[in-house]
């Protein structure tokens, strides 16, 4: 039989049940034997969740994210990896007629991924303050696990579509965002001396409405030693702030001894 050599397989009660040709071309023939036991709807799941996920991880990494490439590309395989699984587990009971067996439902698999994933998108999620990080980045792993449970499912053209639209979202509104005006809310906390606060307090005001910018709430706090007072202002704004053009005009008010940008 050319290059290969036929030898029984599975044997039961004197009957060949399997006959397998194993090659003697040495780890290619073998690698060919074992690419061939698996099925080739596998391999389709295995290579679009890898593609897809990647996609998604792709966007992430190019903006220094720390979920990236690897991270939802693994993600989304084995998301599709439990789900082929399952769908066995499920085609194998299900030809066991008997009431005492347990049968598993493929729905509560898929539910227990998209609950379990959050615990992995809770870890990119940082708080710096008043400002939250990683959130956009957490909900892209959510979307490569359910990327990857749609695929086991078999539904390939709906991953595709999604996988596009999630494109479309994270890098179109990324722009948009940018030509779009959106508030922004900063902390500009103003050390002064006590006695000079109620005039440094209006000055400081002024300039604030010139730049169009408007105060949310304000805060005073004194120093242990009460030489010193800050100010502490949360500002908001539609126009682009530029933090150390308005460090120093603050700064340039007389009387002010320090300014702190947040």
Known sequence: ????????????????????????????????????????QALLQIGLSLALGGAVGL????????????????????????????????????????PAVTRVDPARIAAGIVTGIGFLGAAVVVRLGDLIRG????????????LGIVIGAGQY????????????????????????P??????????????????????????FRRRRIRVMDLSVDSSPDA?????????RSRARLGALSLVQDVLAIRGVESCRWK
Do not use: K
């Open 135 to 146: 959130v956009t980045t957490a909900a892209s792993i959510w979307l490569a696990a359910v």
């Open 1 to 40: 039989m050319g290059s290969g050599a036929w030898r029984r397989i599975g044997t039961r009660r004197g009957h060949v049940s399997r006959l397998v040709v194993l090659p003697a071309a040495g780890y290619g023939g073998g690698l060919t034997l074992f690419l061939g036991s698996i099925d080739s």
């Open 182 to 207: 959106t508030p922004q809310y900063r902390r500009v906390s103003i050390g002064i001396h006590p006695s000079s606060s109620t005039a440094i307090h209006a000055e400081v005001l002024d300039r």
């Open 157 to 180: 053209a709906l991953a595709v579509a999604a996988t596009i639209a999630a494109l479309v979202v994270l890098w179109l509104f990324h722009f948009l965002e940018r030509v779009v």
């Open 59 to 98: 966007e992430r990494e190019a903006r220094g994210r720390a979920a990236g490439l690897r991270t939802m590309m693994l993600v989304c395989l084995g998301a599709t990896l439990v789900m082929i699984a399952s769908g066995s587990i499920a085609q194998g009971g299900s030809a066991i007629h008997d």
């Open 227 to 235: 030489r010193e007072v800050t100010l502490t202002y949360n500002i």
